[in-house]
């Protein structure tokens, strides 16, 4: 079945520092990739997505890149704060055309950032 | 802030009682699913809906059952709670708003089975 890896699981930077979680996907058909941002007690929230017809999509410090022929995609956090620490998530899925179109979620990756 | 709630947010209950677990969305989302999360982190899908009448297992094996009787109601029921029920759950829902198919994450349940 479809799945996705998620690397590393667990990632310390300095304030300041950038941060990189990388991931891996095997259903060639998606064409959708969100990235979640989860913190402490609360659900998942999504901070940035990426369809299969861009590249590279920024958002202030956030930008997430993707690599569809090695299916391959990034999240990049640049000049770290303590308020990036949390738990973060990518998920990929083939959009929402029709029935076959459930968010499979990597494993996680706890980013602290020290202060 | 996400149109999606979940009751109770905390829920501390005896071994083999039966509980609800309660999921509500008023963004009219078709899709709603149900996500078991154990303290290592991973998202487990255990349920999904693609619309009223409409339920199908995850991913993960659950020994929950769930209904779709309305849109905007998703509730998860165990009929005899046992420890290893002991987990966190968490509600999404998903659907086309103003083109972005972005899920949205109730703040979970806390579930603790004694």
């Known amino acids: 079945g479809e799945n996705v890896e998620q690397h590393p699981s667990t990632l310390s930077v300095q304030e300041g520092d950038s941060a990189v979680i990388k991931c891996t996907y095997s259903?060639?058909?998606?064409?959708?990739f969100p990235w979640y941002k989860q913190e402490l007690g609360k659900g998942p929230q999504l901070i940035i997505d990426i369809r299969s017809n861009v590249g590279e999509k920024k958002d202030q410090r956030i930008a997430v890149t993707l690599n569809k022929t090695a299916k391959h995609f990034s999240l990049h956090i640049t000049e770290t704060q303590p308020e990036d620490s949390a738990v973060y998530f990518c998920a990929a899925s083939r959009g929402s055309g029709g029935a076959t179109n459930k968010l499979i979620f990597g494993t996680g990756t706890l980013l602290a950032v020290q202060p | 802030e996400a149109d999606i709630y979940q009751t109770p947010r905390y829920l501390v209950i005896g071994t083999g009682k039966k509980i609800t677990l309660e999921c509500s969305q008023t963004?009219?989302?078709?899709?709603m699913y149900w996500y078991q999360q154990d303290p290592g982190m991973e998202l487990h899908l255990i349920h999904y809906?693609?619309?009223?009448?409409?339920?199908e297992k995850g991913d993960l094996s659950s020994e929950s059952t769930v209904s779709r009787i309305r849109t905007e109601h998703f509730p998860l029921t165990l009929e005899s709670a046992r420890p290893s029920h002991t987990s966190q759950y968490l509600c999404?829902?998903?659907?086309?708003?103003?083109?972005?198919?972005?899920?949205?994450f109730g703040q979970g349940t806390r579930l603790t089975v004694v």
């Open positions: 999404a829902s998903r659907g086309r708003v103003g083109g972005s198919t972005e899920a949205f």
């Open positions: 809906s693609y619309g009223v009448n409409s339920t």
């Open positions: 259903d060639s058909a998606s064409n959708y």
């Open positions: 963004m009219g989302h078709d899709k």
